[in-house]
């Protein structure tokens, strides 16, 4: 049973009662759904392009881009510490025995040139489609034909204990406090960004220095895949060279609590 509220007994308002169809429901929405991302896309652009936002640039741009701001920063710093360095050099009532102290603890921080003998390795990835050189090996995955953080870590530690008195990875020196770190197939240090081939170049006496190299077990782990993938390996003898001092910053970064 139904009243004269829910039915009208007149032919005045005959659409009230029927109920919207499916279709004009889903139109409706689908011209909401336009309306609201078209409101979206203009407050997001706010009258700009934002095909050329650099929030949508990719990553490796934006990380090549950071590593290029970090060089030149490196290089402005390493100026101005050369600046303040010759400013103290004139008179800070120091003595003799005081200077020659400080000369050879900036020496040891590696923060000055360093030239002597050297010798420089070279590491480089495999060719993509390389195969098993020798039988008995398995067929290379991806992971065997690329430099990894451990292999670029065992070369520097082989040549510290050759006794290097000096090691530049890339363009960079190589004090205390630095980290050799990959992330990918790319080389992160200090800051900055490197892609293979990776060079290292170590002053000391080159005797010593290959006879690390070849003692260090992880190189000889290393030479393996050289051997049956491709990795790449060179050794050169460079003669006299003369390394850079260290210019970037010496401050300590170190995590802290949170409170």
Known sequence: MSNSADSPQDGSSPARGRRLRPVRVLTVAVFALAGLIFFTSFNTAKGTNIRTDTSLLKLSDLIQERSRKNGALD?????????????????DGSTKAQDEKLAALEK???????????????????????????????????DYLVIHQQDLQAVVNALWQGGAKGIKVMDQRLISTSAVRCVG????????????????????????????????????NYMVYVNV???????????????????????????????
Do not use: C, M
């Not at 290089?75 to 008179?91: H, K, T």
């Not at 050297?118 to 995955?141: C, F, H, M, R, S």
């Open 75 to 91: 290089e402005s710093n390493g100026s101005l510490r050369r600046e303040v360095e010759s400013f103290a050099e004139r008179d």
């Open 108 to 142: 040891g921080a590696g923060t000055q040139q360093v030239k002597g003998e050297a010798i420089t390795v070279t590491l480089n990835d495999a060719p993509p489609d390389a195969t098993a050189k020798l039988p008995g090996y398995p067929e290379p995955q991806p």
């Open 185 to 220: 197939n790319t080389l992160i240090l200090q800051g900055r960004v490197y892609s293979p081939p990776y060079k290292i170049t170590a002053i000391g006496d080159p005797d010593r220095l290959n006879k690390a190299l070849s003692a260090s077990p992880a190189i000889q």
């Open 229 to 259: 993938y491709g990795l790449g390996w060179k050794v050169t003898q460079d003669g006299t060279v003369t390394l850079p001092g260290y210019s970037g910053t010496v401050d300590l970064h170190y995590a802290q609590p949170v409170e």
